[in-house]
């Protein structure tokens, strides 16, 4: 003990403490400011699920070095200046849009975070609003009017909503039959559902490149097993030739679907605990012997 305190009174007389200035201060808010809008935007492109892959890259690549994997080890630094380049080539819309809404923001106004006030729960929906989408769908059904609901759950679906026309209003079979009505401004198009709200309309969709899809299947349809192949969501899709419900889902269609089929998929995809799906379906199942 009589040793160790001279020491550390020795070292600790000797460690150099910076003084931090105005300028300094300033430098670090501003490569604050600068990383948290490179990880939100990020965090609302497809790069999130780029940078995913490449930290699972990452990982191995230091599992191999702990094993000495030479041959991995090789290989792995030798494709990184590839790797860098491909990014660059992959990201390209995603990169020229940011450039571009950078240009066209205020400098001032683009260091402050916006929608601070506005928190959208992804992919938590009610059972009102599995009832109301079942609704809409089976109306919509009845009188062949074509219809493509997504129904989006952890994936962030921005450049797909930034393609269409904002509505921000609360889930009703009354909008939604509205919205997808023959000859109205918004029927064209998908609408992306986020929670209990509706996001989008009139979206565009990336089309699915799937040989096996039935060949008298048309835009709508491939567009809703697109979107499912590119992200978490589920769509909804209506046949405006046969009046048929289809659902799409982890880019597999399932068509021919009822009223209590389309209730079982959004209560699967909902977010709540598996003791609640559970009661919700018992319930339901009960409600239906009974009036049997």
């Not at 990201?91 to 020229?96: C, F």
């Not at 062949?144 to 609901?149: E, F, P, R």
């Not at 697109?226 to 982890?250: F, Q, R």
Request: one cysteine or more; aromatic letters at 6%; proline letters at 3%.
């Amino acid at each position: 003990m009589e040793h160790i305190i001279p020491y550390l009174q020795k070292n600790l007389t000797n460690l150099y403490m910076p003084r931090p200035g105005i300028i300094d201060i300033l430098e670090i808010t501003i490569i604050s400011v600068i990383l948290y809008h490179i990880l939100v935007w990020i965090r609302n492109t497809r790069a999130w699920v780029l940078m995913k892959g490449v930290a699972s890259i990452m990982a191995m690549y230091v599992i191999a070095a702990l094993l000495e994997m030479n041959t991995i080890i090789w290989i792995a630094q030798n494709v990184v200046y590839i790797g860098v380049i491909a990014v660059i080539v992959v990201l390209q819309p995603e990169l020229r849009r940011a450039l571009e809404t950078l240009g066209k923001k205020n400098f001032f106004g683009a260091l402050l975070p916006v929608e601070f006030n506005k928190i959208i729960e992804e992919g938590l929906f009610s059972d009102k609003t599995i009832k109301e989408i079942t609704k809409a769908c089976v109306e919509m059904s009845k009188v062949k009017t074509g219809a493509l609901i997504v129904v989006s759950q952890n994936d962030i679906l921005t450049e797909y909503e930034n393609t269409g026309i904002k509505l921000d209003a609360l889930i009703s079979s009354q909008i939604l039959i509205n919205i997808f009505e023959h000859n109205t401004p918004l029927h064209d198009g998908a609408v992306i559902l986020k929670g209990n709200r509706i996001s989008s309309a009139t979206c565009y969709l990336p089309l699915s490149d799937n040989m096996q899809l039935s060949k008298d299947l048309g835009t709508r349809h491939r567009a809703g097993v697109g979107i499912s192949e590119h992200s978490d969501a589920m769509t909804l899709i209506v046949s405006e030739e046969t009046g048929k419900i289809s659902v799409a889902y982890k880019g597999q269609l399932t068509r021919n679907l009822k009223a209590e089929d389309i209730e079982r998929y959004l209560v699967n995809i909902q977010n709540k605990p598996k003791e609640d799906k559970k009661r919700r379906i018992l319930k339901r199942n009960q409600g239906r012997n009974q009036g049997k």
